[in-house]
T-cell receptor
Framework: DAKTTQPPSMDCAEGRAANLPCNHS???????VYWYRQIHSQGPQYIIHGLKNNETNEMASLIITEDRKSSTLILPHATLRDTAVYYCIVRVKGSSNTGKLIFGQGTTLQVKP | GAGVSQSPRYKVAKRGQDVALRCDPISGHVSLFWYQQALGQGPEFLTY????????KSGLPSDRFFAERPEGSVSTLKIQRTQQEDSAVYLC???????????FGPGTRLTVL
């Protein structure tokens, strides 16, 4: 699975959009980009995933560049409860792969009032 | 509905003791994963089950670590002769099918004195 690079920490004002970047320059054509987050003292929580098209759900939007070498997770209106460590993970999707997740260090997002 | 549950939530063991950590996955989920998370680090994969079959145990750090899922539901991670470096949060995750979104439990925090 491809390696990802994320900034170690970011701050965001409450109510503003949080834009979390991720570099995955060695991503393969069959690898998806997944985002999980981990709030303090909890297990990781799935947010969103995508292959090459932009994706949006009730939690966030995922923007993937055309060359797929980087992506951005967008939380449109960050709240204090969005303070967490955000992990960007790339992996092959489907039954041919066990599905194990390889976490990096992630980005610690601090949402401030 | 019920999510993934783990017990105990906290475990303190003296060095050399054996411990057993339990995971109750979401009912009907085929895949089950164990991860280890050291303080300040991202989770690291330990082992993977598809139903009762342990298909990947490449992440188990030593032969003191043993996992089982005899009936394809509840899983137990056993650590024999615990050492201080085993101190970590042990996370369990399940997914409906191989490669699908993983749902994590709250983890068991193990402290070895």
């Amino acid at each position: 699975d491809a390696k990802t690079t994320q900034p170690p920490s970011m701050d965001c004002a409450e109510g503003r959009a949080a834009n979390l970047p991720c570099n995955h320059s060695t991503i393969s054509g069959n690898e998806y980009v997944y985002w999980y987050r981990q709030i303090h003292s909890q297990g990781p929580q799935y947010i969103i995933h995508g292959l090459k098209n932009n994706e949006t759900n009730e939690m966030a939007s995922l923007i993937i560049t055309e060359d797929r070498k980087s992506s951005t997770l967008i939380l449109p209106h960050a709240t204090l409860r969005d303070t967490a460590v955000y992990y960007c993970i790339v992996r092959v999707k489907g039954s041919s792969n066990t599905g194990k997740l390889i976490f990096g260090q992630g980005t610690t997002l601090q949402v401030k009032p | 509905g019920a999510g993934v549950s783990q017990s105990p939530r906290y475990k303190v063991a003296k060095r050399g003791q054996d411990v057993a950590l339990r995971c109750d996955p979401i009912s009907g989920h085929v895949s089950l994963f164990w991860y280890q998370q050291a303080l300040g680090q991202g989770p690291e994969f330990l082992t993977y089950f598809q139903n009762e079959a342990q298909l990947d145990k490449s992440g188990l750090p030593s032969d003191r670590f043993f996992a089982e899922r005899p009936e394809g539901s509840v899983s137990t991670l056993k650590i024999q002769r615990t050492q201080q470096e085993d101190s970590a949060v042990y996370l369990c995750a399940s997914s409906l099918v191989t490669g699908a979104e993983q749902f994590f439990g709250p983890g068991t925090r193990l402290t070895v004195l």
